[in-house]
C-alpha cells in the first residue's frame, strides 16, 4: 500500500512535469487567462460546466472567481452552472441530460461571455451541446480535456488538453491549471487594487 501512495503521488508529478515542459499549454493557459479578463472587464459573465468530478472542478473554479483567490478584491461574474438542482433535474427530466447546459446559456448568457467547459474525456455528450449552442451565440469556448481533447477539442477557441490518460491525474491537474487562471486574473485585474489594500 505505501508503494501504491508513492506511486500515485509520483504519477501526479509526472504529469504536471509534462505539462510544465509543454510551451504551447503553457502560452494557451496564459491565453485563457486574458480571454477571462477581457470578458470580466467588458461586463460579461463566464459560464462553467462539467459532469461529476468536472462538476466538481467547474464549481470550485467559478467560487474563486465570485468569491476570493489570494487576496481581497472585488467579485467576478464567474458561475457553475449545475448548482441550482431543481433546474437541473426539471431540465434533464423533460428535455434530456444532454440539454441541460445548453438550455441555461440560451436562457442566461450572451454575446461576449464565455463558457468554461470541463471533461476528462472530452466527449460528454452535454457539454458539446453546451459548446454547439455557445457558438450559434456569440459566447466562446475554453475547455479543459485530457490528452487528446476528444471532440471538444476541434470545437474549442482554446482547448487545454492535459498529457495524460489517467483520469485522477487529469483532474488533478485541472484544478490546478484552473488555480493558476485565477491567479493570472487576479494580479492582472486587481494588483493595483491590492497594492491599496494594504
Aim: hydrophobic fraction near 40%; proline fraction near 2%; aromatic fraction near 6%.
Amino acid at each position: 500500500m505505501i508503494n501504491l501512495i508513492k506511486q500515485s503521488i509520483q504519477s501526479s508529478i509526472e504529469a504536471k512535469e509534462q505539462i510544465l515542459e509543454s510551451d504551447l499549454l503553457i502560452q494557451n493557459i496564459h491565453s485563457v487567462a486574458e480571454l477571462l479578463v477581457s470578458a470580466f472587464e467588458t461586463g460579461h459573465k463566464v459560464w462553467f460546466c462539467g459532469n461529476g468530478g468536472s462538476a466538481a472542478d467547474a464549481q470550485h473554479i467559478a467560487a474563486e472567481l465570485s468569491g476570493r483567490f489570494n487576496f481581497d478584491r472585488p467579485p467576478l461574474a464567474a458561475e457553475a452552472m449545475h448548482v441550482n438542482t431543481s433546474y437541473l433535474t426539471a431540465v434533464a427530466n423533460d428535455y434530456g441530460y444532454h440539454e441541460v447546459y445548453a438550455r441555461y446559456l440560451r436562457g442566461l448568457a450572451q454575446k461576449g461571455d464565455v463558457l468554461f467547459a470541463i471533461s476528462t474525456s472530452g466527449n460528454s455528450e452535454n457539454i458539446l451541446k453546451a459548446i454547439e449552442v455557445a457558438h450559434q451565440m456569440g459566447v466562446s469556448v475554453v475547455t479543459l480535456t485530457g490528452m487528446t481533447g476528444g471532440k471538444m477539442k476541434s470545437q474549442s477557441d482554446i482547448c487545454l488538453g492535459v498529457p495524460s490518460n489517467q483520469t485522477p491525474r487529469i483532474q488533478e491537474s485541472h484544478i490546478m491549471i484552473g488555480h493558476i487562471v485565477c491567479e493570472l486574473i487576479e494580479l492582472k485585474m486587481f494588483h493595483n487594487y491590492q497594492i491599496k489594500k494594504q
